[in-house]
């Protein structure tokens, strides 16, 4: 693909967090890859591979110690590294941004058509007419529509997903950030939800990054994956490539890290990925202390 075509560059990123003793560890370390306009991404690795804490550097959320995010969207002219930049200068930037979060984060207090209703009242001057015709088109859009005078705690949890993805989508953002959309659904819905993320990157020819661990949807959504392990890219390639490592006879496979992910992606319990004298520092501060 074209330089062009890149939206995010992730450049020798590197996030430390301090351990009990009081050192530093690296949760990330040194990740580097592109993701290019309208394909969607999916990143995944067992708990503490640090694909959470790469999702919340990429949106702003965390600082970085080393290394750039450089977004190029449509508006841009060149590429803008947004490490240490300044809130108000990352503000205009995310209002390129939607995300899902993984409990859907909707306010119990507003029905889901004010859920969807408020980041055009906070970051739009459009009148209140205008405001009903969009949110209308989004909940259609997510199969919502009947719902929109319900309150969150009226909804399923499928339907909390629906309603945070309309809210999500309402600016018309260049890339969506999802953060495990499959989290606590049933198999059903969640295919349903997956569903609906591939018809919204079609209709809206979004950029879409999806951090998750729920492998049926993983294949079922993304044009390329990315693996991580030890806050480290143990993998990059398209969907076809990790399904050939998912199918192959881990006999046949002679490296580490193709039998790592074969052992994730088939969710088999003996492997080098449950080695625990192959714990990082940072997994181990994930395993409770024995009394």
Do not use: W
């Not at 370390?29 to 991404?41: M, N, P, S």
């Not at 067992?46 to 970085?64: A, D, P, Q, R």
């Not at 989290?183 to 020819?205: H, M, N, Q, R, Y």
């Amino acid at each position: 693909m074209a330089a062009d075509d890149v939206v995010i560059s992730i450049v020798n990123l590197r996030k430390y967090f301090e351990a009990r003793d009081g050192s530093r560890i690296a949760v990330l370390d040194g990740i580097q890859f592109d993701i290019h306009r309208g394909e969607t991404l999916v990143v995944m690795g067992g708990s503490g591979c640090g694909k959470s804490t790469l999702l919340n550097c990429m949106i702003g959320e965390y600082s970085v110690n080393e290394g750039e995010i450089r977004y190029r969207t449509k508006d841009m002219e060149g590429a803008r590294n947004i490490v240490g930049m300044g809130e108000d200068e990352l503000n205009d930037i995310r209002l390129k941004f939607g995300i899902l979060f993984q409990s859907g984060a909707l306010f119990n207090s507003l029905s889901v058509a004010e859920n969807v209703a408020l980041p055009l009242q906070e970051h739009s001057d459009v009148g209140d007419t205008i405001i009903d015709i969009v949110v209308t088109l989004k909940l259609q859009q997510v199969h919502m529509l009947p719902h929109r005078e319900k309150m969150p705690g009226m909804l399923s949890g499928g339907q909390k997903k629906r309603a945070a993805l309309a809210r999500a989508t309402v600016m018309d953002p260049e890339i969506l950030f999802y953060d495990e959309p499959s989290a606590g659904l049933d198999p059903v819905t969640s295919a349903a939800i997956d569903e609906l993320i591939i018809d919204l990157s079609k209709k809206l020819s979004v950029t879409s990054i999806v951090v998750t661990h729920e492998m049926d949807s993983a294949f079922r959504i993304a044009d390329r994956m990315v693996m991580l392990e030890r806050g480290r890219v143990l993998k990059i390639g398209t969907r076809d490539e990790f399904d050939d490592l998912r199918k192959a006879d881990p006999k046949t496979l002679k490296s580490r890290e193709e039998k790592l992910i074969n052992q994730f992606l088939n969710g088999h319990s003996s492997g080098p990925l449950t080695d625990t004298e192959g714990l990082s520092e940072y997994e181990k501060l994930l395993v409770p202390e024995k009394e």
